[in-house]
């Protein structure tokens, strides 16, 4: 049975998967804020719904391609780059669902506990566990092996559950969901787009490197 890695290590692993790919990242995060401010600006169009519209059509997509090329890079897979683009456009779709889908709750959890302060701190911290327990969903979905299309999506709630309801796995969930809702929070809201833009590949790339050790913690003890 293996230990668990210290997160100091973990946290040079993420550094080193964006360092190998850094140039794809960067692209990708450019793109991504244009889209954002394109939306943002766009006539007839709230800024609650372009961040919505953003984070599931321009920052879902970024983490997708984290995922893709970070677990590839992670275990030194000699993987073509054609064949990592092409599991991206098979699965991409899993993980716009998911990003829509839980966007949609934490904004209809808000709208639907009313005005009261106490009332919108409850909602939204139950919101958060369940993002928390759904943490590594939409890394499995572009990670995982050999699944069929039309279990993608139970699959990979199934498997972030089974990872997020062990010590481990909920400490490292914790930490890739509430860190950057925190920072997003204490920003001004006019650095929010460059901040959502500068936390989307680093937190991208720790989440698939804390799924990753949680797989291999999993399968050594059911050795």
């Known amino acids: 049975m293996i230990e668990p890695a210290p997160i100091g290590a973990l946290l ?11 140039p794809l990242y960067a692209i990708g995060t450019l793109v ?29 997509p970024l983490t997708a391609i984290v995922f893709a090329f970070g677990a590839a890079d992670y ?13 991206i456009a098979e699965r991409i779709w899993a993980v716009v669902v998911l ?11 808000a709208l639907g506990v009313g005005a009261s302060p106490l009332a919108q701190v409850v909602g939204e911290t139950g919101v958060l ?15 995982a092996r050999d699944e069929k299309p039309a279990r993608l999506l139970a699959d990979s709630l199934l498997a972030s559950v089974r990872i997020t309801t062990t010590r481990i796995g909920y400490g490292r969930a914790v930490a890739v969901v509430l860190l950057p809702y925190l920072i997003l929070l ?11 833009a500068l ?18 913690l999993a399968g050594s003890r059911t050795k």
């Open 32 to 60: 991504a804020v244009a889209i954002q401010l394109g939306l943002l600006f766009a006539p007839g169009l709230s800024a609650d719904v372009a961040g919505v519209v953003g984070e599931v059509f321009a920052y879902a």
């Open 129 to 143: 566990i369940l993002i928390t327990l759904l943490a590594f969903a939409e890394t499995h979905a572009i990670v």
């Open 199 to 216: 936390l989307t590949v680093p937190f991208a790339a720790l989440t698939v490197v804390f799924y990753l050790d949680s797989l291999a």
């Open 75 to 87: 275990v030194a897979e000699a993987v073509e780059p054609a064949a990592i683009w092409g599991r």
């Open 12 to 22: 040079q692993r993420a550094g080193r998967l964006i360092v190998r790919r850094w």
């Open 99 to 109: 990003d829509a889908a839980l966007n949609l709750l934490f904004i209809g959890i």
């Open 186 to 196: 204490l920003v001004p809201r006019s650095w929010s787009v460059a901040a959502a």
